[in-house]
Each structure stands twice: as structure tokens, then as C-alpha cells.
């Protein structure tokens, strides 16, 4: 085929360079050299002509958007897992086709949960800071930085898919017990192999733990799903991670349950205004009580090949006339 005749596909940010290799071997593909998130003027030029959009998390793919689609336009292939990026149902009904990139971030996702869920506890990165900041150590003591235990303690997943399932595996080795709470009971086998304790009732399970962890997609069903009143029902003890999505816990209510010590502390990879975080968020994180990431949860170099890897396989098997693997419905959300 001639190189112009070739379909377009538009990557909205750098990918790792063997992706972009590949599909540019592949597609005629429009690269993002420099990286800086598209402007909402560029999203609008790249569906009135390319074929193909490969965005990210940092793109919002809306219904005004997508009214303003070329005809050749017919695929959104989402390099990522979540898609709340990204109006489903609208691109749905306009006849597109929506993939994202299941699987391939779930370990790297369910390590750094684990991460947040051991950092805030034992006061990691307070620790660290200790010897990287202008207060000098004066050495060990018996009483100075104590933390938590976390071995025994309860562990509250919320939404038991493949990344709350990968959190569970590892939270067990570490001692913890594992209750979950889920739209739907996992099988009994998955059940009994994390020897997990099902809560038909969210309110019930938040009010029981010791550490929750977040891991439902957000949609308009979970979005607040931790609101103010919920959040209340954590015990004083508690401390919250959030890996999935900023939107689904009430930021707000989060960060004054904080700063009125309701709750013991919290691990946050995500935020609701991202990439804007709290001044009050970081406030608390200055003083030992969060510790912040910068959405860092499945950001390895061998997690961004394997998802765009999953992206060209989805590009591909949908310009071969295939259904492409991952499609995503609006019935899955
Ligand atoms: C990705 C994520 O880095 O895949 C997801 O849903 O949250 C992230 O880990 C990001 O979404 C890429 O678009």
C-alpha cells in the first residue's frame, strides 16, 4: 500500500520508542515528539483526519469532541486501563470503537499499592526524608518514629477485579487479612484462594478496617463513591490508599478528616483535580501524614511497551475487519 494511503493514527503523547517504531512500520502514524499534552484545537484537527486516536489519561474525549469526528474516523484506542477519559457511550452510539489495555498494568499497578500500603504506616518516606533534609539524625532511639504494624491488620479492598484480586496475593504475604467489597461476589475459588471475606455492604466494611484500598474503575456509579458520609464510617485508626481514580473518594472530606486526625493517614497515586493536587494534601504530606504520587502506579518501562503492545494489536485486528481484543462497552462499566 502506498505510504499515504496508509491509515493515520494519532498518538496523542510520546510512547517508548519500540512502540513507536512499530507502528510507525505499521500505520501512518502521527507522533507527539515534545510530549506536551494535545490542546483541545489539536484533539479536534486529529479526529477530523486521522482514522485511528491512541490517547491517554491526560486527553478528554467528550461527546462535543466527538461530534466534531471526521468520517474516516473509527477507532479509539486508549493506551491505558481506565476509561474515564473518554465518553463510551456517546463514541459508541456515533459507531466507533473504544479498546483499551487490560492486564498488562495489573502487577505493576498491585506493587505499588502494596507500596502505599506499607509507606504510610511505617512512615517511609518521613523516615527517608529525615536524612535528606536539614534536620540531622542524632541516631536510634527506642521511642522516635514509631509506626504501625501492618501484619495482622484488616485490609478493605474496594472493587475486587484483576488489580484488587493482584493487591489481595500480595497483601497476604504480608500478614493481612483480606475483606473486599465488590458490585459482584468474586467466585467462591477466588474466594478461598485469598481467603477473602465478601461485604455485601460498602458502609459496613469501611467502618470495620484498618486500611482500605481503592480499586473500582470510576464512573458515574462510583464517582464520590467514598463520599463525606462515607468516609466518616472509617475509624479513627484507618488509613486509605487510592491507586485507581482521584474522583471516586471526596477529596475535600478526605483531606479534613486528615487534618482533624479522623483518620490516621492516607496513600494517594491519584487525585480528583489532577494534575492539580491540594496545597492542603501536600501540606499534609510535609508533615508525615500522606504520602503523594505523582500517578506513578503502573509506570515501568516494561508496563508501557506491553500496553502499547496492546494497543497496536487492537489497532491492528480492527483495520483487519477482527473484533480488537479489548473492546471496551458501555455495558462493561
Ligand atoms: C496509566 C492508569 O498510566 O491505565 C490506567 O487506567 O491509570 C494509568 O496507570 C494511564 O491511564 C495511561 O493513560
Redesign the pocket.
Known amino acids: 500500500m502506498p505510504k499515504s494511503k496508509r491509515p493515520l493514527v494519532v498518538l496523542t503523547r510520546k510512547l517508548p520508542d519500540s512502540v513507536e517504531v512499530r507502528m510507525r512500520e505499521l500505520f501512518d502514524t502521527r507522533l507527539n515528539a515534545d510530549d506536551m499534552p494535545m490542546s483541545r484545537a489539536d484533539l479536534v484537527e486529529a479526529i477530523k483526519t486521522a482514522d485511528v486516536l491512541v490517547p491517554?489519561?491526560?486527553d478528554r474525549i467528550d461527546a462535543a469532541l466527538l461530534g466534531k469526528a471526521g468520517e474516516q474516523f473509527k477507532l479509539i484506542a486508549?493506551?491505558?486501563?481506565?476509561v474515564d477519559n473518554i465518553d463510551v457511550a456517546n463514541a459508541v452510539e456515533r459507531g466507533l470503537t473504544v479498546t483499551n489495555?487490560p492486564n498488562v498494568?495489573t502487577e505493576d499497578?498491585a506493587d505499588m499499592t502494596m507500596a502505599l500500603i506499607l509507606a504510610v504506616p511505617r512512615r517511609l518516606v518521613e523516615g527517608a526524608t529525615v536524612l535528606t533534609g536539614d534536620q540531622k539524625w542524632t541516631g536510634w532511639s527506642p521511642t522516635w518514629m514509631l509506626g504501625h504494624r501492618i501484619s495482622g491488620k484488616r485490609l478493605g479492598i474496594v472493587g475486587m477485579g484483576r488489580i484488587g484480586q493482584a493487591v489481595a496475593r500480595r497483601a497476604r504475604a504480608f500478614g493481612l487479612q483480606i475483606h473486599y467489597h465488590n458490585r459482584r461476589r468474586v467466585p467462591a475459588k477466588i474466594e478461598q484462594e485469598l481467603a477473602a471475606t465478601y461485604w455485601d455492604s460498602l458502609d459496613q466494611m469501611l467502618a470495620r478496617m484498618d486500611i482500605i484500598s481503592i480499586h473500582c474503575p470510576h464512573t458515574p456509579a462510583t464517582y464520590h463513591l467514598l463520599s463525606a458520609r462515607r468516609l466518616k464510617l472509617l475509624r479513627p485508626n484507618a488509613t486509605i490508599v487510592n491507586t485507581a481514580?482521584g474522583e471516586i473518594i471526596d477529596e475535600n472530606a478526605l483531606v479534613r478528616l486528615l487534618i482533624d486526625g479522623n483518620i490516621a493517614g492516607a496513600g494517594l497515586d491519584?487525585f480528583e483535580h489532577e494534575p492539580a493536587v491540594s496545597p492542603k494534601l501536600v501540606r499534609l504530606a510535609r508533615a508525615g501524614k500522606v504520602v503523594l504520587l505523582p500517578?506513578l502506579?503502573?509506570?515501568t518501562i516494561e508496563g508501557r511497551i506491553d500496553?502499547g503492545e496492546r494497543v497496536i494489536v487492537n489497532i491492528k485486528s480492527f483495520l483487519d475487519g477482527h473484533k480488537p481484543p479489548d473492546r471496551v462497552l458501555p455495558s462493561m462499566l
Open positions: 491517554t489519561v491526560t486508549n493506551f491505558g486501563n481506565g489495555t498494568l499497578t481514580r491519584v500517578h502506579a503502573s509506570a500496553m
